[in-house]
């Protein structure tokens, strides 16, 4: 039985049974900037009872000149704090798509272990026929929550650069492969493509079941994607991709395995691509 995850029907029971439990679940829906649509719209049109909005821009670090950082632990607790989150809430986080998995990275990596994902998220509580509320979300009273940031969890530039060259971890990459090979776009205006050295492409797509389920694989299907691509598991490890987001899902897996050696690199490519001095590796078309 997984430690971080929760299957709908227990979540459907939860709801019923203890309402006034010390319970905040969380829609983290989100969308890329580019896309022009904001998921507090999709969740004013339905959401799971009871729960209440996080904006993934509220609690990442506006100052920084690199996307979806990881903020400092006042701003975080200020956010995780309105929503009625404080130091023994359980915290049940959904969504309808891939940042989940940021969202559980960040209460873990300022101390708070009490969270768990709903396995399939907001589109398998939907197919199964689960209720859901309509409307801004129900009125809480905000608590104190406690952000204290764990050390070890979060790999610097250097710290990325360092293994690349003398492959003191292994370094996985969440992107697709286009994105990885250099073949698309970074996904950022100005930008390089390509992939850093030594880096083994592990696209993020590979860990979940296709629809209906959109379940996360199991711990077994895991390993074997992991060992597939030529991840060594015996070792440390990197998570990077874009800009840190899909790169939780590589290390919540990784979790799910029984592998707790690893760091998230959080300023992944976005960082790494623009600065001058770090290596960007391109691989060639194959011309069929």
């Known amino acids: ?27 983290c829906s989100w969308y890329l900037p580019d896309v022009g649509k904001h998921a507090i719209d999709d969740f004013n049109v339905g959401h799971i009872p009871s729960a209440q909005f996080l904006d993934l821009t509220e609690v990442s670090d506006t100052a920084s000149p690199y996307v979806n950082m990881l903020p400092e632990p006042k701003q975080f607790a200020s956010a995780v704090s309105a929503l009625g989150i404080g130091e023994n809430t359980e915290v049940i ?3 309808a798509g891939y940042v989940s998995a940021r969202v559980w990275w960040m209460f873990r990596t300022f101390g708070h272990d009490r969270v768990r994902i709903l396995n399939g998220g907001w589109r398998k509580w939907v197919t199964e026929g689960y209720k859901i509320e309509i409307g801004s979300g129900t ?26 060259l003398d492959d003191a971890a292994v370094i996985i990459d969440a992107r697709t492969a286009a994105r990885f090979d250099g ?3 970074s996904g950022y205006p100005g930008v390089a493509s390509g992939y850093m050295p030594g880096a083994i492409n592990t696209p993020w797509q590979l860990f979940f079941e296709p ?7 199991s711990p077994d299907a895991a390993r074997a994607v992991f060992l597939g691509e030529g991840v060594d ?6 998570s990077t991709c874009g800009s840190g987001v899909t790169a939780s899902i ?6 799910e395995i029984g592998h ?13 691509g623009q600065h001058d001095d770090t290596i960007k590796l391109v691989k060639p078309h194959i011309s069929k």
């Open 233 to 238: 598991l015996s070792r440390n490890i990197i």
């Open 183 to 185: 073949h698309e776009g």
């Open 211 to 217: 629809s209906p389920s959109y379940r996360f694989i």
């Open 139 to 164: 009125k809480v009273i905000a608590k104190t929550f406690p952000a204290n940031l764990i050390k070890g969890r979060v790999a610097t530039l250097e710290t990325v650069r360092e293994a690349g």
């Open 1 to 27: 039985m997984s430690r971080w995850l929760i299957e709908a029907d227990i979540l459907a029971r939860l709801l019923a049974d203890t309402p006034d439990a010390d319970r905040v679940i969380l829609d």
């Open 93 to 95: 986080i959904y969504d």
């Open 250 to 255: 590589l290390v919540f897996m990784l979790e």
């Open 260 to 272: 707790f050696d690893w760091v998230l690199y959080d300023g992944s490519w976005h960082e790494w």
